[in-house]
């Protein structure tokens, strides 16, 4: 078959994942408690069938074979996360040396299969005993943080080209300080915005701190979760209700990230309601001189919002929610296996304001995927055959060459995930992988998927 959308020479492939939700051994190899290993211990009732973060697919030990199934499906990159717990039990202090040795085996296994290792070092699990010194609103934290990135700078920057500080530096700030989906379930706008400022200055201090180091040819980056904020029209209140939902859920990471600093639309509404972040001095131009070469987009849906109807209470707590209604966009196409929006060209959207607004800066869509639940009814001869998600991929990539073709600075595409594995609160409800994985036995099988993958990768194009 010809191919009708090609890639360009050297475009990544690959999919990515994260150390609690694929490794397991949670209790094993020295590795110290995170907040999940404890919350789960507090309330497993909040999770999905009161599965916690011990009950993964176990790559801990089944690492080799999965890198050969990766070789097998044509990847050529592979991103994953460090642990931090488990390299550093309790956050500070010694390294622990079986961590070093299990992420030295799994990088070594990745270039002896020719995958290059993309390595991000926090995704959502904060030691436990961080969490106790008060989490990211503490600036004793973020040095901590600090000397953990510079460590694995030192153990692994000698093989690993690609560094991420954060996945989703939002997420924990919603989850945790918002709206009650992450340890430690406040709800308390101030202290979020003051975790979202602390998150982008530890950021900016391990880019520097990789900058400081014998390690020259790496790419330090981020990777942020970009949702499009569409209005729900062109009139004036709506225009300004997106606008509001893109300052907070898009622009208070993507700009001081790319451009070095906050976005001054945002700092004024800050300021107006009295919620400006702690500051210390030098933040300004560490920010500024700490910007990301490469930008990693998680991409899953977009926002669509409208003018508030009914004007909030002002003395209740303040929220983003403030300025915008979410709107339900009639006959838009949903994913009706996990309810969430799918719009394929939002992709698109993005690259093109990346490279609009931010200097068209290296990116790569670092995750995209659908998740489905129960997903074992579309077994036919022992093999999921999920054409949704075919179709899921094709459409996005459909949209980033498009993109491309026209000049955006996109590199490569990752789904999630490489195999079906463990989801914070929804545990295994959603499934996202090429692979499915039986939890009992572990055992992985292709579903049709990752053959699709793999010929997308041969061809580097579809
Ligand atoms: C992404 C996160 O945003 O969503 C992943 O980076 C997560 O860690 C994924 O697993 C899917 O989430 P859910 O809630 O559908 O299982």
Redesign the pocket.
Known sequence: MAVKYKFPEGFWWGS?T?AT?IEGAAHEGGKGMNIWDYWYKQEPNRFFDEVGPETTSDFYHLYKDDIARMKEIGHTTFRFSISWARLIPGGSGDVNEEAVSFYNRVIDELIDQEIEPFINLF??DMPLEMQEMGGWESREVVEYYVTYAKQAFNLFGDRVKKWFTF??PI?PVEGGYLYDFHYPNVVDASRAIQVAYNTMIASAKAIKTFRSTDIHEGQIGI?L?LTPSYPRSEHPADLKAANACDLFFNRSFLDPAVLGKFPQGLIALLEEHGHLPETKEGDESLLNENTVDLLGV?Y?QPRRVKAKEHLPNPYGPFMPDWFFDPYEMPGRKMNKY?G?EIYEKGIYDIMVNLKENYGNIPSFIS?N?M?VQDEERFIEDGRIEDDYRIDFIKGHLRWLNKAIQEGCNAKGYHL??FMD???????Y??R?GFFSVDLETKERKPKKSAYFIKEVAEKNGF
Do not use: D, L, T
Not at 421 to 427: G, L, V
């Open positions: 990515a994260s939700q995704h959502f996945n989703e997420v990777i979760n998680n899953y996990r969430w995750e995927g998740g999630w995930s594995n463990w989801s914070w609160m929804n545990a409800k959603n996202y």
